[in-house]
């Protein structure tokens, strides 16, 4: 039987969630003399190359250690884009004035009962990844406890010796520890721990303004916490487009937030009036009292306890596992997909992967993850939405590129919506219509950055988005106006002059 797990808080939904995906009354499998493909770690890289090898007729063992479904169902995606809806909804009444909604200037958030929300919804949605379902729906051996590779072909589990002809690495990664000085015994939030909250801190400090800083400084300040943001780059997002970030940096600010950029952390002290950050910048002190911090700084690999050496394969301690872009380590009988051996740590990413590697490791295939193209968002309010190449990146490559954009304040829709803040931005290969990458800013920009992830990935060029007919009013019409924005840089003067011409001699 596994070590009991209690998620936090112990209520009948995360009472629920454990049973689906870290059943106490678990009795693992006899293990079969070899298994065509055994998978360690049981989040999205894991399951899918688990269900899908499975569902290919492969004997498989699956072996995780804690709860399956791995970050994205229990400490990532599904919990923080639960609170987030919720928080967006508060924002929403409160700021409905303008849509003849009287009464919401002083609505508040009930914090308690949206966590309660998002326990339930993740509970529902943990039935997908449920042991369960894995054993006596797809036929897999689920073994829970902690795998690590005895020797380049076998891993072991609970004494359990595991053979195999073809292992997958999938054990994901974990929030980094920051180390700053005195924040351990002051005591922090990450990632595992602040979806456990049931009331609402009043002060609140988030250390990194990547993603998940930004997405849950902004839930919890739409809840009503005093949230400071803090980060040691001079821009937040430091991967977008400088103005995609401001435009989030304003509405942050406009929302109360309190962010500081360029700025170490000095040390953090526990004091009576709560947890003090000392921030740095250029020799200045300056405290900050907060009732709780939450790091959301960097992601570290799960590589250690994995026997990796036993198995002769490669990996560094802050990158993870080392892979070709076949997905192959350094035995060519493992292959490892997601956050363990990527630097795109998505949850889409993970399962592209895992599709890959099943082909590859288990059919002889030759696919790369370099030809993969992966869009991402960042579900803060608006969506910060990105595919393919940025202009830095094509300028890199010596590649000319022609830029466009069309503000949301052009877009029909987007006026009606009351959502004018973003635009649509597109990176042209100079002198053809072929993307090489997109931006987009919009409340729900998630949504429609897949129409330019469907061009790049099926060579489709901006033409063939502006043949394309859109419903109005949409905000995604701010694609479509791209195409537009694009056939009049065409439009030349002897070009314009030409068909004049022909239109005169046909009146
Ligand atoms: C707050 C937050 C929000 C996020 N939001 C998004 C989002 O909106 N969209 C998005 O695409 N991505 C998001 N992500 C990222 C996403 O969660 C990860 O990219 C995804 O979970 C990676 O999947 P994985 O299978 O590689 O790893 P994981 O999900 O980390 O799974 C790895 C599993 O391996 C197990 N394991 C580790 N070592 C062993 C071992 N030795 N033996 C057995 N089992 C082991 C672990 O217990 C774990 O269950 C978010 C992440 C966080 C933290």
Redesign the pocket.
Known sequence: MPDPVTILPDTPENRELTATVHPADWVNPEAAPSYNLVV?????????CAAGAAGLGAKVAL???????????????V???GVIRAARAVFDARNAGAFGVRGGEGITGDFGAAMARMRTLRAGISRHDSARRFRDELGVDLFI????FVSPESVE?DGVRLNFSRAAI??????ADPAIPGLAEAGYL???T??SLTELPRRLAVIGAG??GC??AQAFARFGSRVTLVEAAPQILGREDRDAAELLHAALVREGIDLHLGVKIGRVVGRDDGKIVILERDGDLEEIAVDEILV?AG?AP?V???GLEAAGIGYDPKVGVMVSDTLRTANPAVYA????C?S???????DA??RILIANALFMGRQKTSALTIP????TDPEIAHVGMYERDALEKGVEVTTLTVPLSDVDRAVLDGETEGFARVHLKKGSDTILGATIVARHAGEMIGEFSLAITNGLGLSAIGRTIHPYPTQAEAIRKLADAWNRTRLTPTVKKVMGAWLEWRR
């Open positions: 360690i770690g049981g989040g999205t890289a894991g399951l899918v072996v995780e250690r804690h709860l399956m479904g791995g970050d994205c169902l229990n400490y990532g995606c919990p923080s884009k406890g902690q795998g690590r589990v999938c054990t994901g990664a974990r929030a990450t990632s595992e602040v979806f993603p998940i997405e849950l959301g992601r799960n250690e306890g994995l997909a997601g956050d363990i990527s795109y740590r998505f949850t889409h990413t993970a992967q895992a991402w968002c960042t579900y």
